[in-house]
């Protein structure tokens, strides 16, 4: 099995949603753009990355929004560098269709008194259920790494909320954990780095906004 030395994790820049909650009514979530600030926010984090990869081969995965894609192409990556695969299982959490400012503004308030592991949006998804697609997509992540030429390199091009889910499947995070940490900002990354002991560290921690609350001990 040919793990990769490096899996980085990268959110999107800031996109029209990120500035103006009231984009949502009239354009769907997917087709969000990047902002002249997100784009730049990616650009820098595309030079960090090229550095980062060298010459190296990367295996890239990206969420099928219009943010995403375009997060990536500002990276600026050789194109003969890369394999890249759209992949559904990274999007963004579900909030619905068409989704009315205010009743958006009163379900997140429900959210953050119910806990954003457990509360389903109207028509949408709960974290556990991006949860469970993340751990699917795992699956054929690791498959993939059965593979004896697979790159030294795996990019995700993803979302907060997603990358947060994806590391507490990989490290087994509790539903508290979770529920203590913040998204990182945009074009933020985190990196699983393979270690010599064949066991995956994250180069740098989630910001904590509170103490987890466990209802119990596990481990």
Known sequence: MARPRRIVLVRHGESE?????????????????LTETGWRQAEETGERLRRLFGDEQVSVYVSPYRRTHETLRAFRLPREQMRVREEPRL?????????????????????????????????????????????????????????????ANVLLVTHGLTMRLFCMRWFHWTVADFESLSNPGNAESRTLLLGEDGRYRLDRPFERWRTPEPYGHTG
């Open 17 to 33: 949603g990120n500035v103006d909650d009231t984009v949502y009514e009239r354009e769907p979530d997917h087709a969000l753009r």
């Open 91 to 151: 999007r963004e959490q579900d909030w619905g269709n068409w989704q009315e400012r205010d009743d958006v503004r009163l379900q997140k308030a429900y959210r953050d008194a119910y806990g954003h592991f457990f509360y389903r949006f109207a028509q949408g998804e709960s974290g556990a259920d991006v949860y469970d697609r993340v751990g699917a997509f795992l699956e054929s992540l690791y498959r993939s790494f059965e593979a004896p030429d697979h790159p």
